[in-house]
């Protein structure tokens, strides 16, 4: 289906780069031809966006003075990107002719300002030459650049020239790396190495472009595992894990032959990583293992315990000072998008949420008509009238009415001139349904079209295979996506070409916020929670922080601006309440593994002589048992529990006690003890007679309450039954959120879950013990289900949501709804409808819970978008169509519990008039204190548990028992702490299961295969997280070959065994083997095109890219490991020479 309205012609001016932005596009369906209902006449009316013209708030990160800071420094947003995809873990200005020369000129400032930077470092390193190292201090270092620099990049860089480790803790896009650039320019000033140390390859890579710049080709070299670039270079730029492997080679030797004792300085970027699950061991593992002489420069964004982080280093690894910021070079104002507007998120003081954006104030504006728009059509003010009705009718929460679109948001960003922006979706999907979305609105202007087409030209000349076809259109308007599916090239030029101005607009996951450069002026967080596998999950405090700090250009914005997207989940007063939150703490992840073990424990090989000179210099790095335990126990986490753990747990136990002491005095005794104290006997008899007789009664509400409940959902089920067989009826379903918030769904019914579909659900989704195959209870009559089950059914909302519930949560029911007729193919509404289900991969997410069945929800596709649309909101629909709940049983239930209801509120009145209620209510209230009381310290016993569990010393356990795994699997010998063959290869590999990798690596079958071949069956070794795309219309992959798969299989054996030994031992490492991408691996090693391996795939690019080159990244390290037969080591080269080639090859220069 095409858009309704026409594509914006390309125009300078910037009111008209979009159309009005509630008209909406129908995307076509991808995976099926099923057709849509026609939308609704009425719904598709154009509104006009108005042309605010508030003046921003600023809000500033921080309120420290500069003086001062250096002392302790759905429509989910727009429903067009919603889904319910789970987020990938692997891993510039306006439009006009004077913008544009203003970028013009501000680019070739930025290019000059490189190139004398450049000239100054060489101009510096003469003079070093002539006059000696001695004339380097802080005054020539800061001479290199034009402008000042900040006080706490001063004080960092006075405390590296005095010798000191330094760690930095300051907000991202703050301008740490110029401290480690200084470091570097007094490094080689001084004849020495640094290494630089990033988490990332493509931030390795960008660092490698912009530290050669600055130093040039000679003095600049690159180390990221499968890249290796002038690795003598003074300057060496590697991922943290390279490093980390380095550091296992040199521990403890006394040579000077080892190459990291000619190193003077590592610089670790992005520190924080060291909160990171699965890697942030690597980080700490790097400062307990690094040489005392190495100055070590730390760069954090801004945590919590930057204190701890410095402390800890200091006591490991020698003198550290600490320098913090909390203030950022350019101010970030907050702001929160509504559809029809734009506000700050605060008050004109910044200290309060704008009262304009709280629910009363909103509700009292739509009721004074103030929300409406200016110069509407009547027609258009008629359905505005509807909607702002239904927003009060509904409930207090906001509704479909409120959400933006995309459109609605860049529509205000274009108006205010906010422009370049990176806009945050947390899914690979959301991301390019974005960029479809609007990609028919040009944001650039005619010298910017004709630039960008002409660097797109280039770039499909230099790397046909790498252009994303279906991101072209977007690109050329000034709009792209940026995620884990993209390949690495196509991410590469999407960011040169936002970095000079050409892209508006990148639609980002939010691996984008780290540590990438690619400054914006606007940062969009379209969503404060996101989709996993365990479910929705709120940002933290410091991912938010994150990514809006990529807001706000040094040097060109005077602010930066963030801001915020209404949803369907969380609202103004939820960003507010995070970015109120205290940021989260750095927490230890260390953790042993085979490599870390085999390392510090391995001491002389069997498979060399002992005469040879290498072998007793190794002999001599043999550690006791003891001694690799002092190593082990130096981590953040066992100095953070040392200082922090004692103080903790004795809080803890003070508030303990006190809580068991103050329960004491609120049980019933406790209270009927104190009535008898404090009230006469006549008063007392009286008022604990009326207690007793109220207390019976209210467990008989109760229990009434309880089969009036049963009884309404009976008949919902009749009446659903009854129509559901003509049409899919419009249905609402109503919930109470935590916050006991009322929340009104308009949806559509589709069914009651089939046996089948019941079945994919139940074992494809994680749900509750209360949920589908545990749903039996008491009352057959609320159920009727077979076995007694509550029975579930299946609706559509009008933002684009799945919906599974049970009679529950129905508030009621329509007459009208979809037609039940066949469409042009053939299939029926419902089915068609089950069919897309049925294609989902599902992440239900709980919504609310009940006795009485829970209610989840689930993010629909593009493919149920357009029949989304056709869910009108409720007060559209006429009067009559409801459906009354008439059973005569519920309303004799409803009049039962009503009468109930009436006595117990008489026995209240009758209490409150007796002669010694008054002394009775001081004691309720005075236990109502205690019980708050209560509730607060165990608040706060939960909080202290919370961090008492997140430092609990580690390490020293998981290290025994996976030494246990090696001796067991003959590695190493625990006695003599000789190493085996086995555990010398495993001691010299990288990945995730050192020891599972070499066991397969040494095994003679691999002999046999040829070289394509045996890039299949490394790609089996490293393929976690990768993963079939079930939303793309192609299913296609290849298979592996007959050889491969009967070696896959004897392989799985030998892998079932370690895994048992590791289980046996507490070990749980896995041992990754997944053959079911190795037929894409052996097809592009030998030698298939892209373009037909990519033909009808499954997969997403950037997907088989991260695979291919993690198999090349193994392919690589087989010959240089020890004891490997030189045939494999043949193979792997032949190998990765053939799978190293365009659009996969690693980017460097």
Known sequence: MRSLAPPALCSPSPLHLLPPPTSRRAFPLRRSTVDAPTRLTSLFLLRVNPLGSTSPIKEPLSDADEDEEYEEDEEISAPEYEDGISTESDQEDEDGEPEATLLESESGQYNESEEQKSEKVARLLAEVREFGQEIIDYEELAGIYDFPIDKFQRLAIQAFLRGSSVVVSAPTSSGKTLIAEAAAVATICRGRRLFYTTPLKALSNQKFRDFRRTFGDNYVGLLTGDSAINREAPILIMTTEILRNMLYQSIGMISSASRLFQVDVIVLDEVHYLSDISRGTVWEEIVIYSPKEVQLICLSATVANPDELAGWIEQVHGKTELVTSTKRPVPLTWHFSLKNSLLPLFDEKGKKMNRKLSLDFMQASVSRGELSRENKTKKQSVEYKLEVTNLLVNSSSFTTIDIPQIRDTLWQLVERDMLPGIWFIFSRRGCDAAVQYVEDYNLLDECESGEVELEYRRFRMKYPDAVRGVAVK????????????????????????????????????????????????????????????????????????????????????????????????????????????????????????????????????????????????????????????????????????????????????????????????????????????????????????????????????????????????????????????????????????????????????????????????????????????????????????????????????????????????????????????????????????????????????????????????????????????????????????????????????????????????????MITSTKGFKEFKKIIDKTKFTKEKIERMDARSKRLRKRISQIEPTGWREFLQISKVIQETKALDLNTQVIFPLGETAATIRGENELWLAMILRNKILLDLKPAQLAAVCGSLVSEGIKLRPWKSNSYVYEPSKNVIAVLHLFEDQRNSLIQIQENHGVKIPCELDGQFSGMVEAWASGLTWREIMMDCAMDEGDLARLLRRTIDLLAQIPKLPDIDPLLQKNAELARDVMDRAPISELAG
Not at 474 to 495: N, Y
Not at 741 to 758: D, E, F
Not at 838 to 864: A, C, I, N, P
Request: one cysteine or more; proline letters at 3%; charged letters at 25%.
């Open 474 to 909: 977007g690109l050329l308007h000034g709009i792209a996506a940026h995620h884990a599916g993209c390949l690495p090239l196509w991410k590469s030029f999407v960011e040169e070409l936002f970095q000079r101005g050409l892209v508006k607009v990148v639609f980002a996951t939010e691996t984008l916020a780290a540590g990438i450069n690619m400054p914006a002026r606007t940062s969009v967080i379209s969503s404060l929670s996101k989709k996993g596998e365990t479910g929705r999950t709120f940002l933290s405090p410091n991912e938010l922080f994150q990514m809006a700090g990529r807001a706000g250009r040094r040097g060109i914005d005077e602010v930066g601006y963030v801001v915020f997207i209404q949803t369907p989940y969380e609202g103004a007063q939820e960003c507010y309440e995070l970015l109120s939150a205290a940021l989260e703490p750095l927490v230890s992840q260390f953790t042993a593994s085979y490599g870390m073990v085999l390392n510090l424990l391995s001491g002389s090989k069997v498979t060399r002589m002992f005469n040879d000179p290498e072998c007793k210099e190794l002999s001599q790095c043999k550690r006791t048992l003891e001694e690799a335990r002092k190593l082990v126990e130096q981590s953040f986490g066992n100095y953070v529990g040392s200082n922090v753990m004692l103080a903790a747990k004795e809080e803890l136990e003070k508030i303990q006690v006190e809580i068991g002491m103050l329960s004491l005095e609120v049980t019933e005794d406790a209270i009927d003890r104190k009535c008898q104290e404090q009230l006469s006997e006549i008063d007392y008899t009286e008022i604990s007679g009326l207690q007793g007789q109220l207390r019976a009664e209210k467990r008989t509400k109760t229990e009434l309450r309880r089969q009036m409940e049963i009884k309404r959902m009976a008949a919902w089920r009749q009446l659903l039954e009854e129509i559901g067989n003509e049409i899919l009826p419009f249905v609402c379903l109503q919930y109470k959120d935590k916050e006991a918030v009322q929340h009104n769904i308009p949806a559509v019914y589709i069914g009651k879950l089939s046996s089948m579909a019941a079945e994919k659900i139940v074992n494809m989704v994680k749900l509750g013990s209360s949920d589908l195959g545990n749903l039996d209870i008491d009352s057959k009559a609320a159920t009727d289900d077979e076995d007694g089950k509550l029975a579930y059914y299946l609706a559509l909302s009008s933002d684009n949501t799945w919906y599974l519930f049970t009679e529950k949560w129905i508030k009621s029911i329509y007459r009208t709804g979809f037609p039940n007729i066949s469409s042009g193919n053939g299939d029926l509404p419902r089915d068609s409808l089950m069919k897309l289900l049925m294609v989902e991969d599902f992440q239900w997410e709980k919504v609310v819970d009940s006795e009485f069945g829970s209610l989840l929800s689930m993010g629909g596709s593009l493919e149920t978008w357009s029949w989304s649309l056709n869910v009108p909101v409720l007060s559209s629909l006429p009067e009559d169509a409801e459906v009354a709940n008439q059973s005569g049983a519920y309303q004799d239930a409803v009049e039962r519990y009503k009468e109930q209801r009436g006595k117990v509120s008489q026995l209240k009145k």
